[in-house]
């Protein structure tokens, strides 16, 4: 396996259904995150990890719980979500620096959709 | 607020027809602009960060270039392969992309 994979890539579930996503990433790199993108909205930053620590949480409802063992993987568990959570769900990774920017690689995305 | 505005939402060319997608900024600090092409079903996959004004990056038929409240995204005779959704985002803060909505991208034989 190369660059950022993620299983399932798609995803049919019940509200009251508990499910997992999983993300590996196979580049060495620091930091992993979770991002949603929907239809005609901009990508939307979830959840940032950097050195297997939370760093942000950009106001995501609770029913949405990451998790980043170690470096290579980051799980999101998702329970009780709503039909607007049926998105597009994406992870990248990067290599944390401390100049001015760094580049991001996305996995393929899970393809969610709540019934 | 941080905000990043790509303009036209869709472009339809013809194979050989140059153009320009357009991404504006208005942010708290810039510290890197990243542009990315979507395929349908597909993650994003990374094209050029640019740094600074003045800054330019060539990649085949891309090149993309940057100012202090923009960046454009040149397409020198593109091919029906380029069909895609372009993607611009800026670098604001700690480890922190800001996406635009992004381009949608057609190029007819």
């Known amino acids: 396996e190369t660059g950022v994979t993620q299983t399932p890539r798609h995803l049919v579930m019940g509200m009251t259904n508990k499910k997992s996503l999983k993300c590996e990433q196979h580049?060495?790199?620091?930091?992993m995150y979770w991002y949603k993108q929907s239809a005609k909205k901009p990508l939307e930053l979830m959840f940032v990890?950097?050195?297997?620590?939370?760093?942000e949480n950009n106001s995501v409802p609770s029913r949405f719980s990451p998790e980043c063992p170690n470096s290579s993987h980051l799980f999101l568990h998702l329970h009780t979500l709503q039909p607007e959570d049926s998105a597009l769900y994406l992870c990248?990774?990067?290599?944390?620096?401390?100049?001015?920017?760094?580049?991001?690689?996305f996995g393929p995305g899970t393809r969610l959709t709540v019934t | 607020e941080d905000q990043v505005t790509q303009s036209p939402e869709a472009l339809r060319l013809q194979e050989g027809e140059s153009s320009s997608l357009n991404c504006s900024y208005t942010v708290s600090g810039l510290r890197g602009l990243f542009w990315y092409r979507q395929d349908p079903g597909k993650g994003p996959e990374f094209l050029f960060t640019l740094y600074s004004a003045g800054e330019e990056k060539e990649k085949e038929r891309l090149k993309a270039t940057l100012t202090k409240k923009e960046s454009f995204l040149h397409i020198t005779a593109p091919k029906p392969e380029d069909s895609a959704t372009y993607l611009c985002?800026?670098?604001?803060?700690?480890?922190?992309?800001?996406f635009g909505t992004g381009t949608r991208l057609l190029v007819s034989p």
């Open positions: 990248a990774s990067s290599q944390e620096v401390t100049r001015t920017g760094y580049e991001q690689y």
């Open positions: 580049l060495g790199h620091n930091a």
């Open positions: 990890y950097s050195l297997e620590e939370r760093v």
């Open positions: 985002a800026v670098l604001t803060g700690f480890q922190k992309l800001v």
